[in-house]
């Protein structure tokens, strides 16, 4: 984490807060997007794979669906930048910061994850470019089509791979061995789970774009669009039965103190949702003409919103006290900072025995009492000492040192620097006249 | 009709699923989730607020096999003056007067104990911290297990330290 830490600022509360909700938005712009993409690449290259049409001279109906699932994948050369690549690096700076200090170190394989992604999008890409009807070359094509879908299955992973790995505190030191950070079952079941809701984003996906969106064409092959009904519904279906078996391996691995009450509840959600979506998917195989397009597909990415969620809610639960800790600092060096602002007017200040006495009573008194031990010492052993010794005392409060083994060390009372010179005033019974101006008044 | 009987099939699939999760969401909230305990104690005021370190209160930890949880009479060197008018603090206060040991939920426990041999003293004698095994307790208002304590855990770090990985270091 050290390079990384070197590029982020330290948050505070509002600003963890904050990263929480970017989180579930830039996984809501990025993972549909990018599970459609693998999904829509994976299943044309294997309906190119299959696609015997071409030899007999007929319309060549896979081959056409498999060039039209990459219309969707990468329609053009902004949609993979603007839904792909940009929240990507939006994620690694919502992590970075969220784990800002942390020991794990996986943010440094994100990037490389990150990098492959691109490749794969790329070769994504040129495998449209090079498909049917203007491609010639099948077996650069076919290459081209097993480089961009295994390239995107690794990237995937490991993205997902250094990202679930935050869940698992127990295992943060583990982290600079790549292989042992990335071999998981809970990462695994989470890959599959992303794959999974990829092909029933891509079924889903045809059913929109090729039947019910703005963009749909006007006339289209009565037998073509059969196959693309077909085929579309069926592979979301496969999708949609399956992701519960994986949600339920997903979450027995999830390290326990990852999960909570609200998970679970997020995911039955996210099920009832899924058996929505299988009654319309359902309806549109039983019926010849495609249906419910527009619905599916928004459907499903409420569940992908409602995965985000969960994603978030298990981030947060794994990463309770680091994130106590980032705001507890956040906290002192606030404190501090107010501190030292003030200590620039202090001199001209008055310093009050009345606010002192105050000041005594309301936070010392925790803590202390002249003449009994609570959890300091009783001040009339103590002040002696500091007969005379006005700006020692402040100093010393200003910022307490270990004393006596006899007692636990005192921690820095949240006062600013006029209270705490009112309360040494008060205590050593000094006459505030003699304090002001520049004397007393420089504490150090 | 026959056409539609994949409907019902389907809601008991996905009837089965919603079942099995929400066993799991029972199971988590009556045996997994960290334990409450009788008294609202908070590592974070003590350890962070009031700035105690972690063997003022467990003072066998660099001693004995076990850390020990301080007994109520160390709770009371403070609180007969702190706080003695929260409602905790009378509670605490209660237990002191009848000389009753406080029942704390445990959060740490080897599950096969008899069998393992697993002494403090000797990984805090080597430096290793609390947080390493226990977490980022002082942030904690309520403390829970951030390890699994199983087998895989012990063997990883003592790979790492190069401490010994024998079948009977640990099992006698």
């Known amino acids: 984490m050290e390079f990384f830490n070197q590029f982020m600022i330290a948050p505070d509360a509002q600003h963890l807060l904050l990263l929480r909700y970017l989180l579930v938005i830039t996984l809501l712009i990025h993972v549909p997007y990018m599970a459609m993409a693998v999904g829509c690449t994976s299943l044309s290259l294997a309906l190119n794979l299959v696609d015997r049409d071409r030899k007999v001279k007929t319309t060549p109906m896979l081959g056409r669906l498999a060039y039209d699932l990459m219309r969707i994948a990468v329609p053009n050369r902004v949609v993979p930048v603007l839904f792909g690549m940009l929240p990507l690096a939006a994620l690694w700076m919502i992590y970075g910061q969220w784990l800002y200090q942390s020991s794990v170190n996986t943010m440094n394989l994100f990037p490389a994850g990150v990098f492959v992604i691109a490749a794969g999008l790329l070769a994504a890409f040129m495998y449209k470019g090079t498909m049917y009807p203007g491609g010639q070359n099948r077996i650069v094509n076919l290459a081209l089509g097993m480089a961009a879908v295994g390239t995107l299955i690794v990237g995937t992973y490991i993205v997902i791979g250094s990202v679930v790995r935050f869940q698992d505190p127990e295992r943060w030191h583990m982290t600079h061995d790549p292989i042992r950070t990335l071999t998981s079952f809970n990462i695994i079941w989470k890959h599959l789970f992303f794959v999974m809701s990829g092909f029933a984003m891509a079924g889903c996906g045809i059913l929109y774009f090729f039947f019910d969106s703005s963009r749909r064409k006007p006339v289209m092959d009565p037998a073509y669009m059969k196959i693309a009904k077909n085929v579309g519904a069926a592979l979301a279906m496969k999708g949609v039965l399956v992701l519960p078996v994986l949600g339920f391996f997903y979450m027995v691995t999830t390290p326990i103190l990852a999960m909570s009450t609200e998970v679970y509840s997020v995911a039955i959600a996210a099920l009832i949702v899924l058996f929505i979506i299988f009654v319309l998917l359902y309806l549109v195989l039983a019926s010849p003409t495609p249906r419910f397009g527009r619905l599916t597909f928004i459907l499903l990415v409420v569940v992908f919103l409602l995965t985000g969620v969960w994603d978030q809610m298990t981030l947060v639960n794994a990463t309770k006290e680091h994130s106590a800790m980032l705001v507890s600092r956040a906290e002192a060096r606030e404190a501090k900072s107010k501190l030292e602002r003030e200590k620039l007017g202090t001199d001209a200040l008055k310093i009050d025995l009345a606010l002192g006495e105050n000041v005594f009573n309301t936070v010392c008194s925790t803590c202390h009492k002249m003449d009994e031990r609570v959890v300091g010492p009783p001040l009339n052993t103590v002040l002696p000492k500091y007969a005379g010794k006005y700006d020692e005392l402040v100093s010393y409060i200003q910022s307490p040192s270990k004393k006596d083994p006899e007692y636990p060390p005192m921690p820095a009372p949240s006062v600013n620097l006029l209270e705490i010179k009112s309360v040494a005033a008060f205590l050593l019974g000094q006459d505030p006249g003699t304090l002001q101006g520049g004397g007393g008044g420089s504490g150090h | ?172």
């Open chain 2, 1 to 172: 009709m026959k056409k539609f009987l994949g409907i019902p099939a389907g809601l008991g699939y996905f009837g089965m699923f919603a079942a099995i999760y929400l066993t799991m969401q029972w199971d988590w909230s009556s045996h997994k989730s960290p334990p409450h305990q009788p008294i609202a104690f908070s590592h974070k005021i003590h350890a962070t607020t009031v700035g105690l370190e972690c063997t003022f209160c467990h003072d066998l930890a660099d001693k004995s096999t076990f850390a020990g949880i301080p007994p109520v009479e160390k709770c009371m060197s403070c609180h007969k003056n702190v706080k003695t008018e929260s409602p905790e603090i009378q509670k605490l206060a209660g237990y002191w007067e009848r000389e009753e040991p406080m029942e704390w939920n445990r959060v740490h426990r080897i599950r096969i104990r008899e069998h393992v041999f697993f002494s403090h003293k000797r990984h805090v004698k080597k430096g290793i911290t609390c947080q390493q095994c226990h977490g980022l307790v002082q942030y904690m208002d309520e403390v829970r297990r951030v390890s699994s304590l199983e087998m895989g855990w012990c063997v990883g770090c003592h790979q790492e330290n190069g401490a010994s990985t024998d079948c009977l270091t640990c099992h006698q």
